[in-house]
């Protein structure tokens, strides 16, 4: 009887969001845009494995680096939760940790040779800490103590996400001499928001979407967010901000008097630049990833009008559907929307906001030194 519950609930939410979706782009479903190709539509549709839907393990795995043994460590301790969702895997987990335990030992030099150089006295330091919290773990794994294994899970992905931060080089990739006159954030930026229900924190990504969050940071700078109503809010799917006062739906440049809009920017895993100007369904990538899916509760997304994928502006929602009901390729977000960030910290906070509260400032903590233009 529970899961006949949790599909007709599915059911009944995908039948919802059919007419919702509407609301942030008119045609998202059409055969001949498509290609006429709806059987190929369907499969990239359907669900690809266990999605990822923890924020910060997203955000660690669309980091711009190549390095297989990190990932396989990351990859370790990231299974253990789902050895621990299952309550009674020990022998998993115990298998997991020491898994991760003879990665770090036998291909540590690999890791540390892919850090930064002038990076690398902190990739040393940061490799002890993960050796010292991988121990910790042994041991805790050992005792079956659940509630110390998911502290101690937690902990190690943290600074493996440091040490990850530290193998980002160079910029990845040239963005269009054509969106040369647009902000752009080349790197991350953490932006603290206050809101009449309490406060957020949300990593903005510039490495997958750097005109994106650069419009997004850019504002948050002018205080253009400052004292905005929440004004559109559906409850399982988005909550959207960022309608300025007066006729105009978007951000107006003071200095130029001129109307700001961005393109549809998407990067897939397949293509090492991001996609500009289309959806993915129009161009035939049915079944390519985003790099920044909507999959995670807290979802930055940037919305745009009716039938103009490309008339991004000021307003954005975050996706407030729940994760188990959307794997990665099964919402209805991936490829029609630009995802730029994540919200990593206030989850409790967004569950509470609704249409009629405002958000009363943001600001930008962390990284606002990679903000250009």
């Known amino acids: 009887m529970t899961v006949l519950k949790r599909w007709l609930k599915l059911a009944l939410l995908v039948a919802l969001l059919l007419p919702l979706s509407l609301g942030l782009s008119a045609a998202w479903w059409d055969g001949d845009d498509a290609g006429g190709d709806r059987q190929n539509y369907r499969q990239s549709r359907m669900p690809q494995g266990d999605a990822i839907t923890d924020p910060k393990a997203l955000l660690q795995y ?17 299974d253990i939760g789902r050895q621990l969702r299952a309550r009674k895997r020990w022998s998993a987990v115990s298998r997991d940790v020491r898994g991760a335990k003879s990665t770090l030992a036998y291909r ?72 040369a006159d647009l902000p752009q954030l080349k790197g991350r930026a953490t932006v603290e928001m206050t809101t009449s229900q309490g406060d957020l924190t949300m990593v903005v990504d510039g490495y997958n979407a750097p005109i994106t969050a650069g419009n997004f940071v850019d504002l948050v700078q002018r205080g253009f967010y400052d004292g905005i109503d929440f004004v559109r809010a559906e409850a399982n799917y ?34 090492n630049d991001p996609i500009y100007g289309f959806t993915l369904e129009e161009i035939g990538l049915y079944r390519e990833q985003p790099v920044l899916p909507f999959s995670a509760f807290g979802t930055l997304g940037m919305a745009h009008r009716d039938l103009d994928a490309n008339s991004g502006s000021s307003q954005f929602f ?28 206030g989850l409790d906070v967004l569950e509470k906001l609704g249409r009629g509260d405002r958000i009363e400032s943001a600001r930008v903590v962390d990284g606002a030194q990679y903000l250009k233009g």
């Open 318 to 345: 975050f996706f407030l559907f729940q994760p188990e009901l959307t794997p990665a390729g099964l919402n209805l977000l991936d490829g029609r929307y630009a995802a730029f960030g994540y919200v990593v910290d």
């Open 62 to 78: 669309a980091l711009p680096i190549e390095n297989d043994a990190v990932r396989r460590v990351q990859e370790q301790i990231e």
């Open 108 to 179: 540590r030099d690999e890791i540390l040779e892919a850090v930064v150089p002038s990076q690398r006295e902190a990739g040393q330091d940061y490799l002890d800490r993960v050796d010292e919290q991988i121990r910790e773990l042994e041991a805790v794994a050992e005792v079956e103590d659940r509630e110390e294994a998911w502290i101690l899970r937690r902990k190690i992905l943290n600074t493996l996400g440091e040490l990850q931060s530290l193998m980002v080089g160079e910029f990845p990739f040239e963005i269009p001499q054509e969106y």
């Open 238 to 271: 988005v909550l959207q901000a960022g309608d300025p006062p007066g006729p105009e739906d978007g951000f107006v440049d003071p200095e130029t008097g001129e109307y700001r809009t961005i393109p549809l920017e998407i990067r897939v895993r397949s293509e």
